[in-house]
């Protein structure tokens, strides 16, 4: 696309499109204010407030005079515009590969909460087997301690030590629905070998 007016009052100055992504490529370094939609008009007035000037032939931002303000400024330029742009793709690739990193994790919790879904149907499908080896009452309180010292071990325990990597995810509310429903087993496996009749 052709960057200056060919005919005109502007013939061959910029044009104000191009102008604009010459002040984006500059605010990387100094501050240049516009407006929404602006006119050309207010364009180079606000270039003009901040003691700049368009060179139409180089197709750059220059600075009228050093001052504090502009002394160390870089000039933007047609190159300056393709890094903004690789800056901006760099920008977006860090955000998606955060993205795809959080998804991962996320995907890899789910895994971790279906095995332990599956552990724990394990345990109360065995449990009727450890309930009808109780011969005595005696045997009551051994056979809880055991079971539920299996599902601390294999199941809530391994969930409290994946606690924070929940959190990070913003999934505390699901890690703490399934805690609360797996410890919630615990007084139920000793109600169910207390009511056993020996």
Do not use: W
Request: no cysteine; net charge positive.
């Amino acid at each position: 696309m052709e960057q200056r007016y060919v005919k005109g009052v502007n013939k061959g100055e910029l044009k104000t499109p191009y102008i604009i992504k010459l002040i984006r490529a500059h605010n990387y370094l100094t501050d240049i204010k516009l407006p929404k939609n602006p006119k050309r008009s207010q364009v180079l007035e606000a270039i003009e407030k901040k003691k700049y000037m368009i060179d139409h032939e180089k197709g750059a931002l220059l600075p009228k005079e050093k001052t504090t303000e502009n002394v160390r400024v870089a000039k933007p330029s047609i190159v300056s515009i393709k890094k903004l742009k690789n800056r901006q793709k760099i920008a977006e690739g860090k955000v998606a590969t955060v993205r795809r990193t959080k998804a991962v994790k996320k995907a890899e919790l789910e895994e971790f909460l279906s095995e332990l879904e599956s552990k724990f149907s394990k345990f109360t499908n065995d449990r009727p087997t450890f309930i009808r080896s109780i011969k005595s009452k005696e045997d009551k309180e051994s056979v809880a301690n055991e079971l539920v010292a299996k599902l601390k071990e294999t199941i809530i325990e391994p969930l409290k030590a994946k606690k924070s990597e929940f959190d990070d995810l913003s999934m505390g509310k699901v890690y703490r629905e399934t805690l609360r429903r797996f410890q919630g087993e615990i007084p139920n496996t000793r109600t169910i070998i207390q009511n056993k009749k020996v």
